[in-house]
């Protein structure tokens, strides 16, 4: 079965601090994984979406790492701020599936001032 | 500007009712999709849809309807059948798969949040 797994389900990290969320994928035939940012009672805000022939993609402090072989990607938040605070979910789109995103649970970051 | 609107934002159902959420796209994207999100357990597929008239059930489709008469348009009806409705419910939509723009990512409405009266 294809899933979407990430751990921790919550972090809380002081101000300035580089973090790093894990997301781990079943069936490595991705056609794309993306990276989404939730704040409370909203919707999804795309952050990165890494292709199945890249390694990494970046925009700003955030950098996005895939590894299909051991079937991982991270997302890496530099210099953390408190406005970075939200859910962030990691989804993968697999080949012949219809285009269908299969969301992991979400990490939910906390970043204190 | 372009993107997703939903309507209502809350939305409150009687038993044995029938209510249905609204989804317009001004983003010219074949694909539609809808989500249900409950506390601690991720965004769950409900249904979706590639091109207008025709539509898939998805992991959690039972209990629910939909209909794709507009490209623009993908109501949600969650039918009294659905015993638990209690939940956030996201639209979203893409260009479609396989064509050459589909490696963008989905772009998602606000939200609307069903509770049982």
């Known amino acids: 079965k294809q899933e979407v797994t990430q751990i921790p389900a919550a972090l809380s990290v002081p101000e300035g601090e580089n973090l790093v969320l894990n997301c781990s994928f079943t069936?490595?035939?991705?056609?794309?994984l993306q990276w989404f940012r939730q704040d409370p009672g909203k919707g999804l805000t795309s952050l990165l979406l890494i292709q199945s022939s890249q390694r990494e993609q970046t925009s700003g402090r955030l950098n996005a790492s895939l590894d299909k072989s051991s079937g991982r990607s991270t997302l890496y938040i530099a210099a953390s701020q408190p406005g970075d605070s939200a859910t962030y979910l990691c989804?993968?789109?697999?080949?012949?599936?219809?285009?269908?995103?299969?969301f992991g649970q979400g990490t939910e970051l906390s970043v204190k001032p | 500007d372009g993107g997703i609107t939903q309507s209502p934002k809350y939305l409150f159902r009687k038993e044995g009712q029938n209510v249905t959420l609204s989804c317009e796209q001004n983003l010219n994207h074949d694909a539609m999709y809808w989500y249900r999100q409950d506390p601690g357990q991720g965004l769950r597929l409900i249904y979706y849809s590639q091109i207008v008239n025709d539509f898939q059930k998805g992991d959690i489709a039972e209990g629910y309807s939909v209909s794709r008469e507009k490209k623009e348009s993908f109501p949600l009806t969650v039918t009294s059948a659905q015993k638990n409705p209690t939940a956030f419910y996201l639209c979203?939509?893409?260009?479609?798969?396989?064509?050459?723009?589909?490696?963008?990512?989905?772009?998602f409405g606000d939200g609307t949040r069903l509770s049982i009266l």
């Open positions: 979203a939509s893409s260009p479609r798969p396989g064509q050459a723009t589909s490696n963008q990512p989905q772009h």
């Open positions: 069936d490595s035939a991705i056609y794309n």
């Open positions: 989804a993968v789109i697999w080949y012949n599936q219809g285009g269908k995103l299969i």
